[in-house]
């Protein structure tokens, strides 16, 4: 199984850059697409950004392109989401998810999950 444990989460002010890590176990890492997701409160899960397993490709949310960049080190086991110019609308549990799709942006074709770390965005 590919367990996945996230990091970097915290709070921040309104224009600020916070960077969040996803760390994967297994030599099995670079067999699936990432995908970082988030849930805001009262909200539904949604997607955030996500990038194929050689990394060579991206893709994410309008609400946060050009703010956000996910990448991923698959010597590392690890993938990343850098935030910058973060919004009060940007707070949310951050999660991070493994896909065996190419890529995607359905939150259901996400199999694997982390449990997630806070990100609070203050103003």
């Known amino acids: 199984q590919l367990q996945l444990v996230e990091s970097g989460g915290g709070l921040v002010q309104a224009g600020g850059s916070l960077k969040v890590s996803c760390a994967a176990s297994?030599?099995?890492?670079?067999?699936?697409?990432m995908g970082w997701l988030r849930q805001g409160p009262g909200k539904e899960r949604e997607f955030v950004a996500g990038i194929t397993r050689s990394g060579g490709t991206t893709y994410y949310a309008d609400s946060v392109k050009g703010r956000f960049t996910i990448s991923r080190d698959n010597a590392k086991n690890t993938v990343y989401l850098q935030m910058n110019s973060l919004k009060p609308e940007d707070t949310a549990v951050y999660l991070c998810a493994a896909t065996v799709a190419t890529a995607t942006m359905k939150v259901y074709d996400y199999g694997y999950w982390g449990q997630g770390t806070q990100v609070t965005v203050s103003s």
């Open positions: 297994g030599r099995t890492f670079s067999s699936y697409a």
